[in-house]
């Protein structure tokens, strides 16, 4: 699972704090995920998680010595934008792409689980749906939610989606779900750690787009 494997997460700490460097040295090998999933659609979600990735990125290189962590990026940016804050700067930027993070969390747990349609079972709708209805959906208004149940139609097969993300190599399908939970091992506790963040820090918005 080379995709995957090649720029795993690190383990967190035990007070699961996320190293902002190496989170965005990792997270920016993820957008390419999206170019599995084939359709045009899925390329909107990529476009948004590499434009933040870029946000945060330009923030935290500003002063590397002070966001040694993400939370140190959202408790500054809460006292320089005060009223503002969380709907500004590298806090909204995190604050959408965790979010891209949890649809990708969730679709790979989903084929890990065994989730499959039993009409089609070399299908993956049944886990583009449930990811996007878990980590999207309620964030999106109707028209981008119509776009969405739209492009499932066009979700690969689960054969060429494995062989993608296996980089165009055949690799049996056990082994492929292997290596799937073997980067949801430290991928997983990453995204609940900055969710959980967002809830301390009272940061979460559940506007609409």
Request: proline letters at 4%; charged letters at 25%; a neutral charge.
């Amino acid at each position: 699972m080379s995709l995957l494997l090649d720029n795993q997460f690190s383990e967190l700490p035990p007070d699961r704090s996320v190293d902002a460097k190496r989170f965005l040295d990792t997270v920016a090998h993820l957008p390419s995920f999206f170019d599995c999933l084939g359709s045009a659609v899925f390329s909107i979600i990529k476009k948004d998680i590499n434009g933040n990735i870029t946000k945060i990125r330009d923030v935290y290189e500003k002063d590397p010595a002070r966001y040694k962590t993400l939370r140190d990026i959202l408790e500054a940016e809460r006292d320089v934008y005060g009223a503002e804050w969380p709907k500004a700067g590298a806090t909204l930027a995190l604050m959408w792409l965790k979010r891209g993070l949890r649809f990708i969390q969730v679709l790979l747990q989903s084929l890990v689980d065994g989730d499959r349609d039993q009409n089609n079972p070399n299908l993956i709708q049944v886990n583009v749906k449930k990811a996007y209805e878990q980590a999207l959906k309620k964030y999106h208004g109707w028209a981008i939610q119509k776009i969405f149940m739209m492009a499932l139609r066009a979700a690969p097969y689960r054969c060429d989606f494995l062989r993608a993300l296996s980089k165009g190599v055949e690799v049996k399908e056990e082994e492929c779900l292997t290596n799937i939970d073997h980067f949801l091992l430290n991928y997983t506790p990453t995204v609940d750690a900055i969710y959980s963040m967002y809830a301390d820090l009272n940061a979460e918005m559940d506007y609409t787009v």
